[in-house]
């Protein structure tokens, strides 16, 4: 199969990594008056150990490990400040303790410690963390902690993008279950693929997907449109987004190609077949139960031409192209390529795909995962040569900035496009390696490092930003629509997140074989 001889064109140019066990941060904290830590920490006043090969020093917020013989730069200087890793930034002792420190600070004392673990194993952590705290009717959700940083006290909510964030977890679960055949992990994807199914049929409007429901006396989440079911069992969430329907349109061609044959394949064709006639029908609009199109569920030529639809069109162009090309995949419908054919030459959606660099007003990390799982799609189902020119044109456009995120997802997306790219993929492998196994929200400040280069604009929601790319256990916990150049953010442990952003890349490098072992 064609596609197959894309990997095996990728294995041949050095396209893939070999996983090794490398050294995670497992953090104790305690009080002032906790008998836990040992009583070496408990007095002295040494601002620097050796421990592990490396230097512990404190500095003027938290400390840092110095290792020399780190063969990557970013794990040479390793910085360890606020609440994800100590009381206080205000380091009093330093104690070495094998591969890692106990550190006395102005209000208690923290165990650092250093242990190798595979990818694979710190995956099945994050598994089980959606399992216990972010598993809601089988979508992937919010975490609030009523008490901040205290895990037992989690509550699930709502989120605008429920379907999307559980449709790429479902995604995780099946390349999960095609590159190793765990029937747990076709078991978790079902459960997801189910929930993601059911977000079209509980609105009781065919084609039309909730944002997010919440049954009667479940309090909703936070903003949002909401209606009642006919019955009054369930509060819709609506004004359902295009973020949702590319979440939907990915997990469709991903469950089609990867799930074995059954049920829940044929309910995935048929809310592919519904959710595409609804936007075509509709002059290619996401129609609401108000009869109007949604705020961000447009992708008609009319929408193109207002003030705030040209800027969306490049993006919004590949969207739909994405869609119709996965529907006919998954049907096999000669309607879907016959208007697919029709967007795309005769009105000219190829063209506004290829306008990013001319109409694009600002850097939006959320659009680039609006297009980079589009594009995932486009590029594993097209095989016409002149298609392919025109997606590799627009995808060139998104890759000018997000080739400096060392992002894993984008990067294994952006190979599959591209399988003669000779480019290192080490940098977003590391990434994978340095994503905290803490996810809470906790505060980060790096305002005083002087390794930082700071970009003399600020972002679009008016905050500062680096040029430089600093590791991801150094800087607030986000998803892949996050800015990753956002190296400073407030927070308390108030909430945590689910960490499917790790899962999705991880499983589908696996799958791929761009990632070789565990």
Known sequence: MRWLALLAAAAVCGAQVRLEPYPQKFVRQFGAESKEPPAAVRTGSSREASAGGATWRAISKGLIREDDRATYPLDRRQYFRGKRYLPDDDVRHIVAAGSGVWVRTATGFSHIELRPMTLAQKAAEFEERIRLRHDRYGMVADSRLRVPADLSTNETSTNDNDGLWTAMYAAAECFHYAATKSPEALRRAERAIDAVLYLEEVTRLPGYPARSYVKRGEARGPGGVWFWTPDRAMEIKTDTSSDEIVGHFYIFGIAWDLLPDGPLRRRVAGTARRMMDHIVENGYNLIDIHGQPTYWGRWSLEYFGTPRGRGDAPLNALELLSFLKTTHHITGDAKYAAEYRKAAFELKYVDWMNRLSELRQEINYS????????????????????????????????????????????????????????????????????????????????????????????????????????????????????????????????????????????????????????
């Open 367 to 518: 659009d680039e995962e609006l297009a980079m799982l589009p594009f995932y799609l486009a590029f594993r189902y097209e095989k016409d040569p002149e298609m392919l020119g025109h997606y590799r044109r627009a995808l060139a456009q998104w890759w000018d900035n997000a080739r400096r995120e060392n992002n894993p997802l984008w990067t294994f997306i952006h190979r599959t496009a591209n399988p003669g790219d000779k480019a290192d993929l080490y940098p977003a492998v590391h990434t994978l390696y340095r994503i905290p196994r803490d996810l809470r929200t906790w505060g980060v400040d790096n305002s005083d490092r002087t390794d930082i280069e700071w970009e003399a604009n600020v972002d679009r929601f008016n905050r500062r930003q680096s040029t430089n790319f600093i590791a991801p256990d150094e800087r607030p916990v986000m998803k892949w629509n996050g800015n990753p150049f956002r190296v400073d953010g407030p927070g308390n442990g108030g909430s945590e997140d689910d960490g499917a952003f790790f899962l999705l890349p991880y499983w589908m490098g696996r799958y791929h074989g761009f990632l070789l072992g565990e």
